[in-house]
């Protein structure tokens, strides 16, 4: 049973971070989640069940195992529910606890799925991946920030392996709540191994994966 003083104190939270903007988005997902369950329509919206597939066929064709993978902003888990059964070891990272419970009924409790309550520049899942998935989640973290969180993405890489970004190509989209810069930050520690670009009517957007530079 959801605690009610729970719910109260993330309200209370999400109010003081929207009048202050302190920058905070835990507080303001907790409330969504709680309140509207699949807020963003990930399950419903063709938009966002194409990008998926799209996502899915790409990383089939480019990933370098089936071993590992970790997803960065899982939310209501209908992601990780895809790549559970292609890979033996997936962790799902979202930084609101009420969307890891919906992620693990997405997976039907995969018992090769576990969860991590993190925000990226925070993350330390003491383990690498061959494949990360980053879909629209980098744009949620402050330019400031870019330098630590790339930091946290080479930790967490694999030998080989690929961060694929899904990022919008609409610039101007939510800006200045969003950076979206990250193709130019990314390219100083990574370089470009694949990139599609998809012009969708409603918000282009495009599927990178990323590897490690080669060394000189």
Aim: contains cysteine.
């Amino acid at each position: 049973m959801r605690n009610p003083l729970t719910s109260a104190w993330h309200n209370l939270r999400y109010a003081i971070d929207r009048t202050f903007k302190t920058g905070n988005r835990r507080h303001e997902f907790e409330h969504k989640y709680r309140k509207h369950g699949d807020y963003f329509g990930y399950r419903t919206n063709p938009y966002e069940t194409l990008k998926y597939a799209r996502t899915m066929e790409l990383m089939r064709a480019w990933r370098p195992s089936n071993d590992s993978a970790l997803e960065i902003g899982c939310s209501v888990g209908v992601f990780t529910a895809m790549i559970a059964p292609e890979f033996a070891r997936v962790v799902a990272v979202d930084i609101a606890s009420e969307a890891l419970g919906l992620a693990a009924k997405a997976t039907g409790h995969a018992p090769n799925v576990s969860y991590i309550q993190s925000d990226l520049v925070s993350l330390n899942a003491g383990q690498t991946f061959e494949v990360i998935f980053c879909a629209e989640v980098l744009m949620y973290v402050p330019e400031k920030q870019a330098p630590e969180a790339c930091q946290v993405l080479d930790r967490h890489l694999a030998p080989g392996g690929l961060i694929i970004e899904v990022t919008q190509q609409d610039r101007e989209a939510g800006a200045p709540k969003f950076f979206h810069g990250w193709d130019k930050v990314l390219g100083k520690y990574f370089e470009v191994a694949h990139r599609e670009k998809f012009d969708d009517p409603d918000r282009p957007y495009e599927i990178v994966a990323y590897r490690r530079k080669a060394a000189k």
